[in-house]
T-cell receptor, first 113, second 110 residues
Framework: TQLLEQSPQFLSIQEGENLTVYCNSS?????LQWYRQEPGEGPVLLVT?????EVKKLKRLTFQFGDARKDSSLHITAAQPGDTGLYLC?????????????FGEGTQLTVNP | KAGVTQTPRYLIKTRGQQVTLSCSPI?????VSWYQQTPGQGLQFLFE???????NKGNFPGRFSGRQFSNSRSEMNVSTLELGDSALYLC?????????FGPGTRLTVT
């Protein structure tokens, strides 16, 4: 069973601060996806990283995939209240029978104005 | 294109009852996956259907079952409900490896 550990579980910061969320595993994944979920809604995909060492930027969000494709990080610069939400990392495992996503437990981020 | 829709959005059931949840995928998507989300366990994979066949299954008891119809719409059923089945049930459809989630069905078992 592939497990993904996310840290921290909870993060409360002030507007303008920077933060990093980590997603670690002992397993190798085909790709790693980051989602954000808001209350009452399903997760929405932010980014997919596929290549070891890959870095992707989405405005103030920077995503990095570890060289060994076992871990990833999400860095947010100058956080804003609109960034508040549950951030989930998910590793994709592709099997002959199909593919499945294994999710981390999530990081609940609160950005206070 | 319309997104993934799930019905009902909220449901309250009593222990021992059964429940059926419905999911309509994005048009053209043939794969539908189901997940259970709880505060303690996070998002856990239930099963995946592709072209009316169950292609992958998570580690849940046999009380949890599903099916997919020829139009790719999917249903999941939980029989003999337990208090611990209270959760947000999410459905996701996909064309490749990217999954698009619906808003979920909030099930409360009393």
């Amino acid at each position: 069973t592939q497990l993904l550990e996310q840290s921290p579980q909870f993060l409360s910061i002030q507007e303008g601060e920077n933060l990093t969320v980590y997603c670690n595993s002992s397993s190798v994944f085909s790709s790693l996806q980051w989602y954000r979920q808001e209350p009452g809604e399903g997760p929405v995909l932010l980014v997919t990283v596929v290549t070891g060492g890959e870095v992707k930027k989405l405005k103030r969000l920077t995503f990095q995939f570890g060289d060994a494709r076992k871990d990833s990080s999400l860095h947010i610069t100058a956080a804003q209240p609109g960034d508040t939400g549950l951030y989930l990392c998910a590793g994709l495992v592709e099997e002959t029978s199909g593919s499945r996503l294994t999710f981390g437990e999530g990081t609940q981020l609160t950005v206070n104005p | 294109k319309a997104g993934v829709t799930q019905t009902p959005r909220y449901l309250i059931k009593t222990r021992g009852q059964q429940v059926t949840l419905s999911c309509s995928p994005i048009s053209g998507h043939r794969s539908v996956s189901w997940y259970q989300q709880t505060p303690g366990q996070g998002l856990q994979f239930l099963f995946e259907y592709f072209s009316e066949t169950q292609r992958n299954k998570g580690n849940f008891p046999g009380r949890f079952s599903g099916r997919q119809f020829s139009n790719s719409r999917s249903e999941m059923n939980v029989s003999t409900l337990e208090l611990g089945d209270s959760a947000l049930y999410l459905c996701a459809s996909s064309l490749s490896t990217v999954q698009y989630f619906g808003p979920g069905t909030r099930l409360t078992v009393t």
